[in-house]
């Protein structure tokens, strides 16, 4: 089985990545959050591959826009998504700890309920190969628009993936990586990693599009709400006393 990202949006600066897991022998794929049509059914037909399952994370029009015509090529394929979801596509509806098998990927998944980005937001987390796909509920050394639920909604569903084994790849919805690096570094100035991983993400793209639980612990101001560091910054920001870590997540979502 292999992962990989299919860029879309990135001329009107919505940076997306449609994740594409393929296997070989059987010549399908499992498609992740297909905002945008075009670039998958070419991505497809170059790797003569069809689709059997369309997993959705939320229903934002960048993660969900290419459904229709995926189901024209391919009426067959199963889209697995949020229960009550405004998005209006989904055959499966899922909910928290619900387990669903991808069989052409040959890939179990449990779902982690995460809204605070859109309050419909599910991420996809399978322990067996060691990933999960994060959509919008984490960016590289980010996170998402805070646009439905609240900043403790939001810090509570991070959490959930912040508890994840550290070894697990996160794969997510936008790559806005280098901006949040530098973000990143403006509020905690004397974390070495970041420094580092600017520099992979310069190079060869080493850290961009996924990441582990164990970097984002490492780089992701969003993650580090209790460090002195970044509490300071927010607290200058904010120019009042922040007490606690969702206080620190709030602010720093409204500064970034
Ligand atoms: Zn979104």
Redesign the pocket.
């Known amino acids: 089985m292999q992962i990989n990202s299919v860029p879309a949006g990135f001329e009107s600066g919505m940076n997306n990545l449609i994740w594409i897991m393929q296997s070989e022998e059987q010549s399908v794929a499992t498609i992740v959050d297909p905002g945008y049509a075009e670039p998958i059914i070419n991505y497809l037909k170059k790797h003569s591959l069809s689709v059997c399952d369309i997993l959705i994370t ?1 229903h ?1 029009y ?2 969900t826009d290419g459904i229709p015509t995926l189901l024209k090529e391919f009426p067959n394929s199963k889209v697995y998504g949020p229960k009550e979801s405004p998005c209006k596509f989904i055959t499966h509806p899922l909910q928290e700890g619900d387990k669903i098998l991808s069989e052409g990927v040959h890939t179990h998944f449990e779902v982690i309920e995460t809204p605070g ?2 309050l419909d937001h599910i991420c996809y987390y399978s322990a067996e190969k060691q990933l999960c796909f994060v959509g ?1 509920t984490v960016f590289g050394a980010g996170a ?1 628009g805070l646009f439905e639920g609240d900043a403790q909604t939001f810090w509570s569903s991070t959490k959930k993936i912040m508890q994840l084994p550290s070894k697990t790849m996160l794969y997510y ?1 936008h790559d806005y990586t280098l901006e949040n690096l530098y973000f990143a570094k403006k509020v905690e100035k004397n974390n070495s990693h970041i420094y580092t991983h600017i520099e992979l993400c310069k190079q060869n793209h080493l850290y961009n599009g996924c990441s582990t639980v164990e970097t984002e612990h490492l780089v992701n101001p969003f993650w580090r709400c209790d460090q002195p560091e970044i509490k300071a910054a927010c607290e200058d920001y904010a120019e009042q006393l922040l007490d606690k870590p969702v206080d620190v997540f709030a602010t720093l979502r409204k500064w970034r």
Do not use: L, N
């Open positions: 939320h934002h960048d993660h980005h859109t919008d998402g919805g």
